[in-house]
């Protein structure tokens, strides 16, 4: 037992210091960010022609934007459905309203298993207290998520990403898979990436063969 705390313990331990050095290093990328674009920038046009540059430059911006609508998004629509949490918890006389409301918001970052999660862990503590609680909690639970999922998420997402459900859920399994609750978290916009490198590579096929086609036909008619 006491090798299974110390192995459990140091595991704990490790992933604490990454999750703080890589949040020390995200600061540092920050704030040297103008530098550091600067300097990927003047390397792609040494080693790029300009239209492959500005072709790449167009997909980066993209890609760029598709990633921070998705976490401003999910930030908000997580900050809103923890509040209403809290809200309807106090409306019923609950305890444990912040931690379970903290609880709740966090795991619905995570797509589609994360509500479940933060819905499991709230029935459990309020299990303790009192059943009747804990029914009540998964009954409104079931109603803001569907709240969430049908007026929410489309109000704050829009058709801005436009992505395949079946695209979504593949993404997510295969991300939890590689790397776990990352992987999770980042399944929608990855999804969203793919799909637009895919409609990108689609559309300038279809655009190159117009052109080869155009020109058989130019010199079939000059031929003629």
Request: glycine letters at 10%.
């Amino acid at each position: 037992s006491l090798s299974g705390i110390a192995e459990s313990s140091a595991s704990v331990g490790t992933g604490v210091v990454d999750i703080l050095i890589a949040f020390i290093l995200a600061i540092y990328y920050l704030m040297d960010k103008t530098r550091l674009m600067l300097i990927a920038q003047g390397f792609l046009i040494m080693i790029l022609k300009e239209n492959k540059y500005s072709n790449l430059a167009g997909i980066l911006t993209r890609i760029d934007k598709i990633l921070l609508n998705y976490i401003k998004g999910n930030i908000i629509e997580a900050m809103i459905v923890g509040i209403i949490n809290a809200i309807l918890m106090m409306i019923f006389g609950m305890p444990y309203v912040l931690l379970i409301s903290v609880v709740v918001g966090v795991t619905n970052l995570a797509p589609t298993f994360g509500p479940i999660v933060g819905a499991a862990i709230g029935a459990v503590l309020l299990l303790l207290q009192n059943p009747v609680d804990a029914l009540i909690f998964l009954i409104f639970t079931v109603v803001l998520q569907t709240i969430d999922g049908y007026i929410f998420k489309p109000k704050l997402f829009g058709d801005s990403f436009g992505v395949s459900p079946l695209l979504i859920l593949i993404s997510i399994i295969i991300g939890g898979r590689l790397i776990g609750v990352v992987g999770i978290l980042l399944a929608i916009p990855f999804a969203a990436i793919i799909q637009f490198l895919v409609t990108e590579v689609w559309v300038e096929y279809r655009s190159k063969k117009k052109l080869f086609t155009d020109d058989v036909q130019t010199d079939e008619g000059d031929g003629e």
